[in-house]
């Protein structure tokens, strides 16, 4: 996990030497041949914090949001904190996806895969926490625009709602642009597959996929309309999720640098998330060969950049509340730099913008290890940050005999880290299920980059 490479920018995509047929086998065999040892252990750990998960929301639906730490003026903490964190961890995904695509950038097919899946499970975390943040989630379904016989509509100008239809239309979006991306893939599991129920259920999802001229004519007009569809997503999901503090009239909340901050805020976790789930892969399945360096170097320089626009962000509030001459604005910043969520503060400048400046050095981007470990503090960075906005602007209100602090309790923690349990159980059984990286596309990259292997795979068909 340590390698280095002189240039990573002319690195290849995919180390040389591989045809169809060999790009084929190393990745179909991490789902058709035997289960690792360390799969069983990192799934029961997970699947344990998943059931933790479970045990939270059954008493949570029990006993009430009681349980919980929040009060008045206190009413969100950790469930709008994690529901904005899980939403911005989704968004590297389409962003690798469709945006890259339609870029033309070659360096997306050995990551889209696995980080589209990471969208889509981390979407499913995200949809639980307006849900349980209700107190009433049997009610839940009053988000919804149903045809009601008394007259009663949602009201359109709540943020909740707005919430439902930007999570709805992402989630969807992002699940059919997953599928259709497999397709060609679930073909080939169910041609190389020798257990007979492998091959009907792989059989049944590839949707009788047989490779020709024109199925592979439909399916290249379905993946690019379907990314033409998701790209503006990246930009409107989570601007329509910044909409829940930017429309309120709190200090540190009404602002309008909300939308495009919270943008960037998702693009910079959502990739240090793909890295720390790409690293300890590359590393247990040994995919160096198709993660190559230069793959961790523009996935690092993304998180640069992206970070970089984020301590924009940061200065760009500080600078604002003092020009304002707003006392109000001003009392905000002084208490999140002072206050008693001081503590907080520090440590999101610490691991948001401090740290990430390591990337500017290329002995950082191309080390595996430090980038893992620069890819786990920024998401814990960006977590506290979200707090910290959540928190530090209901804790100080307007009037001074309002204020109230917030402690999390035991189910809050469970409930958060149930969640992560949930997501990580969820992405060791794609891992296992399915290809976690494109053999469609890697064979298309082979062709592009190393003829000799069309030639190869012509005389010895799949």
């Known amino acids: 996990m340590s390698e280095q490479i002189r240039n990573p920018s002319h690195s290849p995509v995919v180390a040389p030497g591989y045809t169809f047929r060999t790009v084929t086998e190393k990745i179909s065999s991490i789902v058709l041949k035997g289960t690792p040892r360390g799969w069983y252990v990192g799934f029961a750990i997970c699947f344990l ?154 059989g049944l999802l590839a949707m009788g996929w047989r490779g020709s001229a024109y199925h592979w004519q439909r399916y290249h007009k379905s993946y690019f309309l379907l990314a033409a569809l998701a790209t503006p997503l990246v930009v409107s999901v989570h601007t329509i999720v910044s909409f829940d503090f930017a429309v309120a009239i709190l200090p540190g909340w009404h602002s309008t640098i909300f939308p495009p901050y919270f943008v960037a805020g998702a693009i910079f976790s959502g990739f240090a998330m793909v890295l720390t789930i790409t690293i300890p892969l590359r590393a247990f399945y040994h995919l160096e060969d198709f993660v190559t360096v230069r793959h961790l170097n523009a996935m690092a320089k993304v998180m640069l950049v992206s970070g970089l626009v984020v301590a924009y962000g940061y200065m760009t509030e500080i600078f604002l509340s003092w020009y304002s001459g707003n006392t109000f604005e001003e009392f905000l910043t002084q208490n999140r730099v002072f206050g008693p969520y001081a503590a907080l503060f520090w440590v999101l400048l610490l691991c948001n913008v401090v740290i990430p400046q390591a990337l500017w050095l290329r002995r950082v981007r191309t080390n595996a290890l430090l980038l893992f470990i620069i890819s786990v503090l920024i998401n814990v960075g960006m977590w506290v940050e979200r707090l910290v906005i959540v928190v530090g602007s209901l804790s100080r209100d307007y009037l001074p005999s309002a204020w109230g602090m917030f402690a999390p309790t035991a189910w809050d923690w469970a409930t958060f880290i149930g969640t992560l349990g949930l997501f990580f159980a969820l992405m060791f059984l794609f891992i296992r299920l399915l290809p976690m990286i494109s053999m469609a596309e890697m064979r298309e990259l082979v062709q592009e980059t190393q003829p000799h292997a069309t030639a190869e795979a012509a005389a010895k068909p799949e």
Request: net charge positive.
């Open 49 to 202: 914090l998943a059931m933790m998960l479970l045990v939270a929301v059954t008493y949570l639906f029990i006993a009430g949001v009681g349980i919980w730490g929040i009060n008045v003026p206190v009413a969100w903490a950790f469930a709008i904190t994690n529901f904005v964190w899980w939403i911005g961890i989704g968004h590297a995904g389409t962003l690798i996806s469709a945006i890259l695509l339609l870029l033309r950038q070659t360096w997306r097919t050995s990551i889209n895969r696995f980080a589209e899946a990471m969208t889509l499970f981390a979407v499913a975390c995200a949809a639980l926490f307006p849900i349980l943040h209700l107190g009433r989630p049997y009610f839940a379904y009053w988000l919804i625009p149903y045809p009601s016989a008394m007259g009663v509509w949602p009201n359109f100008r709540s943020p909740l709602v707005w919430d439902f239809f930007a999570v709805t239309t992402y989630g969807l979006v992002s699940l059919m642009f997953w599928y259709v991306g497999l397709i060609p893939d679930l073909g080939t599991l169910r041609d190389r597959a020798h257990n007979t129920w492998a091959k009907m259920a792989y």
